[in-house]
């Protein structure tokens, strides 16, 4: 039988936003794998904060043991965050195989059986990579495995968008978002660069030198901190003798304060953001419910970006600098990708957004045929 | 024909008693000039085997400091002074070991080539993680005790650090050299360097928390007198 190529949206008649069908268990399944997701990132965070991620020296094995039966006993100091967090990741990874079977089977949208498996090919990928930080003993793959998890847990977390209810019914027709080329434009340029201060985190993180800068709001008591040798040599000593952290170089400290200027730039975009869709589309629950909390969450990152220096890298409020900056990705990647594809739908190509293969039998039925 | 051996054995005798005597040595302390900082609680409840081991509680280590200041695990080695020179390696192993979870010596020396042994005394497991920079960084499981692993270092890198990741507090610091010349400074804040070549030599002290200090010194035959290495904590 022919089949074409529709792609359900605001152009298409009976316009309903997805006109797929609904499976609420697979959606409630995508959400479960998110939230699981991150916890996993929530894990591995605790396991950067506290240095243990080489306490397990082998990989996949854990001491010589296959690592599901590596005895609770032996889970002392650092083994139990590091071998906690390969149980976890290996969770994650069975739930996302599911996940993409799940989708493979009931789900008839192409374009998510596509994203169902790339989700799997991600999390074995990242599970590759954690490995081979492990016996490679390369900082350089501990941060390509911290900005992949990101990305994987935005991901995930827009499988559990598209799985929505909302997504298969919502309707551009019905309800349309006023102004979306600016409003995408605005979105995903701060997702974006949300996304770039998770890399220059992520990269702080896993030289495992410590706070490079360890006053806030100054830096070493100035607005742009000193950087030059002899300053530096001086920083280096109080750091040896004193505060049980290893020497710092010039290229950290420029990194942490571009680490600080980015989060202003990223608190004004999402308010700006925010602003701009309460005022242009504030009858829209989604939108602005997904704003509200998008500003909250930038708002608790600072506070907790602050807190990181104030308590000298407490591992637990680090870990929470972690969690909400995955959070505050992920509600940017899904207001970014809402505004997206309002904008492919206006443009006529919604085609990787919300495209759909029916049989000729089906486009009759959904009266599109001719 | 008897007459001409004993005068060469008599030459032999005197060259090599010239060569003994030709050697110097270095002899000094460290000092530490002013109060140590306080030293920091150990907490050691995530392994309760070495909570055991401590059961009165246990702190950093960073200042040993004897009498008149002396100030112990200062790392003092000729950093200058020696190039073009070789020195046969000892056959002798230098023994790393892991005691009631932590290092035993905290601070130690080695030559580059010399066997390095790395033992588990403890019955909890300990990962053996050396950072080394110049040398090839490496990651053991000793999850065993009495379980014993042997390195070799290939280029001299002072200091080498060792860290268990298991249990956080675990460090161990080894100057490799590619020459014999070095100590570590005992309770008393003493060292001394034997059987070194006269000459100038630039020495260098290297203490984890109080740095690194140099001084020129001239060696001679007998025994040299080095100025005291005084490290001052900021106050």
């Known amino acids: 039988m022919a089949r074409y190529k529709v792609f359900v949206f605001a152009e298409v008649s009976n316009s309903e936003m997805g006109s797929a ?80 079977g799940w989708i493979a089977w009931k789900d008839r949208r192409p374009w998510m059986r596509k994203l169902g498996w790339i989700a799997f090919l991600a999390v074995v990928l990242q599970g590759v990579l954690g490995g081979l930080r492990v016996v490679w003993l390369k900082d350089e793959i501990g941060i390509v495995h911290a900005c992949l998890a ?85 920083i280096n000593l109080e750091r040896i003798q004193w505060m049980d952290l290893p020497a710092t170089t010039a290229f950290q400290i420029a990194l942490q304060f571009v ?34 909390i998008w500003v909250g969450l930038v708002a608790a990152q600072i506070v907790l970006g602050a807190s990181t220096i104030w308590t000298n890298k407490a591992a637990d409020i680090a870990t929470a600098h972690v969690v909400v900056g995955s959070l505050t990705l992920l509600a940017g990647s899904l207001l970014s990708i809402i505004l997206v594809c309002c904008v492919a739908s206006r443009e006529g190509n919604p085609a990787w957004a919300l495209g759909i293969q029916n049989s000729e039998a089906e486009i009759q039925k959904m009266g599109m045929a001719g | 024909m008897k007459k001409t051996g004993i005068w060469i054995a008599t030459g032999a005798l005197l060259v090599t008693s010239g060569m003994a005597f030709a050697q110097g040595s270095i002899s000094g302390k460290a000092i530490l000039q002013g109060a140590a900082p306080a030293e920091k609680a150990i907490k050691m409840d995530a392994d309760p085997y070495c909570a055991k081991t401590h059961a009165t509680g246990v702190t950093t280590k960073h200042y040993i400091v004897g009498p008149g200041g002396g100030l112990a695990n200062v790392f003092v080695y000729v950093k200058d002074g020696l190039a073009g020179k070789t020195f046969p390696v000892p056959k002798e192993a230098k023994l790393l070991d892991q005691q009631n979870c932590l290092y035993v010596p905290y601070v130690m020396g ?121 490290f001052k904590p900021k106050t």
């Not at chain 1, 268990?25 to 243990?52: D, E, Q, Y």
């Not at chain 1, 030289?207 to 100035?222: E, M, V």
């Not at chain 2, 588990?120 to 053991?140: I, R």
């Not at chain 2, 006269?198 to 007198?225: C, D, M, N, S």
């Open chain 1, 259 to 292: 680490h600080r200027i980015a989060a202003f730039l990223i608190l004004a975009g999402v308010v700006w953001s925010a602003r701009r869709i309460c005022k242009t589309n504030g009858l829209n629950p989604v939108l602005r419910g997904l704003s509200v």
């Open chain 2, 110 to 230: 080695i030559q580059v080539g010399q066997l390095l042994q790395i033992q588990n005394d403890d019955s909890t497991l300990h990962n053996v993680h050396c950072m080394a920079k110049n040398n090839p960084e490496f990651n053991l499981g000793q999850p065993v005790k009495g379980m014993k692993s042997e390195k070799v270092f290939t280029k001299p890198e002072v200091m080498v650090q060792f860290k268990c990741d298991v249990h956080p507090w675990m460090f161990a610091y080894v100057g490799v050299l590619d020459h014999p010349f070095y100590a570590v400074t005992k309770e008393d804040g003493s060292f001394t360097i034997t059987g070194l070549p006269p000459g100038e030599y630039t020495l260098e002290a290297w203490h984890h928390k109080g740095g690194t200090l140099t001084q020129k010194i001239k060696v001679e035959a007998g025994e040299a007198k080095a100025p005291d290495f005084i």
């Open chain 1, 21 to 100: 069908e609904y499976h609420p268990w697979l959606n409630r399944f995508a959400v479960f794998t998110a939230g699981v997701t991150l916890v996993l990132i929530g894990v591995g965070g605790v396991v950067t904060s506290k240095g243990v991620g080489l306490a397990v020296p082998d990989w996949p094995t854990t001491y010589g043991y296959n690592m599901f039966l590596f005895p609770f006993s032996k889970m002392v100091g650092g083994v139990f965050y590091e071998h906690s967090h390969r149980l976890v990741a290996s969770t994650v990874g069975l739930l996302t195989a599911v996940l993409a």
């Open chain 1, 150 to 234: 990101q990305g994987f847990f935005v991901l995930v977390g827009a499988i559990g968008l598209f799985t929505t209810r909302w997504w298969s019914r919502f309707s551009l027709r019905k309800h349309p978002i006023a102004g979306c080329h600016a409003l995408r434009r605005l979105a995903l340029g701060t997702t974006i660069l949300i996304f770039i201060q998770l890399i220059l985190g992520a990269s702080m993180r896993h030289q495992h030198t410590g706070l490079s800068i360890n006053d806030f709001p100054l830096a070493y008591g100035r607005l742009i901190p000193p950087m030059d040798a002899v300053s530096l040599a001086r």
